[in-house]
């Protein structure tokens, strides 16, 4: 046995065709109806329109990324219990449609960070940064944000100063644009105003607020995914550290702990990003997909270079910080053991997450940072060859 390869697509609008990804040797896709607003119910009609148009190409609609959780839950508010009884609706659907993997994430305001989508690889590809005191210049002097500078020591913030005093108008504009940047699927993007306005909803709300949200959430939740056979995954946060202000809880091997033990269930688990996870400079992945390798039923397989000061780029998929040899060698056992086991989630599909712009499609239009065709296809090859050795150096079947 081995993991179902699958990848990313999002929907018609996506540049790259189900006969492109085909083509790749991924088997299984991942997507999600982005067409459907945020907090309704994804109807059965809906969820079979877009299977059948993955069927078609003989693929398989593997895992929903994602069936995203609105805001209200989040914080609470509102109108959070209807929306929480949408979301049992969508699982059942779901359920009833054969598709039984759903990853959601619970980040305030921002699902991911990065302060330059264009950093230019010592190859020429083209691959995303982070950087700390861009981020903290964007933080303290253009969006201004109420005692900022409490989250920063005096030399963050000297450096940060130094950095935006350095940047030109465009620059500025540029740094704005890539911070606010749309999520995957919808490209929509925050105004300023409207930025400010969605950080001060979050003003009262800390990190066991935030965290006892997400454990109301996952109370309701979960008995329904039990019943529909749905194994609910949730994605770590990206970068895994507080930003502007915001409460973030699922950064770390304590946080998770918490999580998965909140609401004790197989239904209740992990997707396994270890870039997300591993541009936190204390985080060990192999560790932690070593305590919760029985949770773990999706896995985003990515890398990263990464330093103490919170700066990381994303890197290639075998020659980052992150040891994804003895991440991928250790959940190879884990789904052998539950095969053993004759538990029902066994497939473990696994995505290679992000890929660097590469020549060939850097004239294309649309294309999403870190999802080109060629990037995400030479990560898949790698990561594929990478496994096949582990399996036949195991002696696993």
């Known amino acids: 046995m081995a993991f179902e390869e699958t990848w990313r697509w999002f929907g018609p609008n996506d540049p790259f065709s189900l006969k492109e990804i085909k083509q790749t040797g991924a088997k299984g896709i991942v997507t999600a109806l982005h067409h459907i607003p945020i907090g309704e119910v994804w109807s059965v009609d809906?969820?079979?329109?877009?299977?059948?148009?993955?069927?078609?190409?003989?693929?398989?609609?593997?895992?929903?990324?994602?069936?995203?959780?609105?805001?209200?839950?989040?914080?609470?508010?509102?109108?959070?219990?209807?929306y929480i009884e949408n979301y049992k609706e969508t699982i059942r659907n779901l359920s009833k449609c054969g598709i039984d993997i759903v990853c959601y994430n619970f980040m305030p305001v921002l699902d991911w960070?990065?302060?330059?989508?264009?950093?230019?690889?010592?190859?020429?590809?083209?691959?995303?940064?982070?950087?700390?005191?861009?981020?903290?210049?964007?933080?303290?002097?253009?969006?201004?944000?109420?005692?900022?500078?409490?989250?920063?020591?005096?030399?963050?913030?000297?450096?940060?100063?130094?950095?935006?005093?350095?940047?030109?108008?465009?620059?500025?504009?540029?740094?704005?644009?890539?911070?606010?940047?749309?999520?995957?699927?919808?490209?929509?993007?925050?105004?300023?105003?409207?930025?400010?306005?969605?950080?001060?909803?979050?003003?009262?709300?800390?990190?066991?607020?935030?965290?006892?949200?997400?454990?109301?959430?996952?109370?309701?939740?979960?008995?329904?995914?039990?019943?529909?056979?749905?194994?609910?995954?949730?994605?770590?946060?990206?970068?895994?550290?507080?930003?502007?202000?915001?409460?973030?809880?699922?950064?770390?091997?304590?946080?998770?702990?918490?999580?998965?033990?909140?609401?004790n269930s197989y239904n209740n688990g992990l997707t396994l990003c270890t870039g997300s996870l591993g541009a936190g400079y204390e985080n060990n992945v192999v560790e932690i997909a070593n305590a919760f390798s029985d949770r773990i039923n999706f896995l985003h397989l990515r890398n990263v270079i990464r330093d103490s000061q919170g700066n990381f780029m994303e890197a290639d998929h075998l020659n980052g910080d992150i040891?994804?040899?003895?991440?991928?060698?250790?959940?190879?056992?884990?789904?052998?053991?539950?095969?053993?086991?004759?538990?029902?989630?066994?497939?473990?599909?696994?995505?290679?997450?992000?890929?660097?712009?590469?020549?060939p499609d850097m004239n294309k239009k649309g294309i999403y940072p870190g999802y080109s065709l060629f990037g995400r296809m030479r990560a898949l090859a790698e990561l594929r060859g990478l496994e096949l050795g582990i399996i036949h150096s195991l002696g696993i079947e």
């Open 46 to 82: 809906e969820i079979i329109k877009r299977k059948k148009m993955i069927e078609e190409e003989k693929l398989k609609w593997s895992v929903v990324e994602s069936v995203p959780v609105h805001e209200d839950i989040k914080k609470r508010k509102g109108n959070y219990k209807l």
């Open 113 to 263: 960070s990065r302060t330059d989508l264009e950093t230019v690889f010592d190859d020429g590809s083209i691959t995303t940064k982070f950087e700390t005191k861009a981020f903290a210049a964007f933080d303290l002097f253009i969006l201004k944000r109420k005692d900022a500078e409490k989250d920063y020591t005096e030399k963050q913030i000297e450096e940060a100063k130094q950095y935006f005093n350095s940047l030109s108008d465009f620059q500025k504009e540029k740094l704005v644009n890539t911070i606010l940047f749309g999520l995957p699927g919808s490209w929509e993007t925050y105004t300023l105003e409207e930025f400010k306005k969605s950080l001060e909803d979050y003003k009262d709300i800390n990190k066991n607020d935030l965290r006892n949200n997400l454990i109301y959430f996952l109370n309701e939740v979960i008995p329904v995914a039990e019943e529909s056979n749905v194994f609910m995954v949730i994605h770590p946060d990206d970068p895994p550290r507080s930003l502007l202000g915001l409460p973030r809880i699922v950064s770390t091997k304590e946080d998770i702990e918490i999580i998965l033990s909140s609401v």
């Open 323 to 359: 040891d994804l040899y003895n991440v991928i060698k250790l959940l190879l056992i884990e789904q052998k053991r539950r095969i053993q086991q004759g538990r029902k989630d066994v497939r473990m599909p696994m995505r290679p997450d992000h890929g660097r712009l590469m020549i």
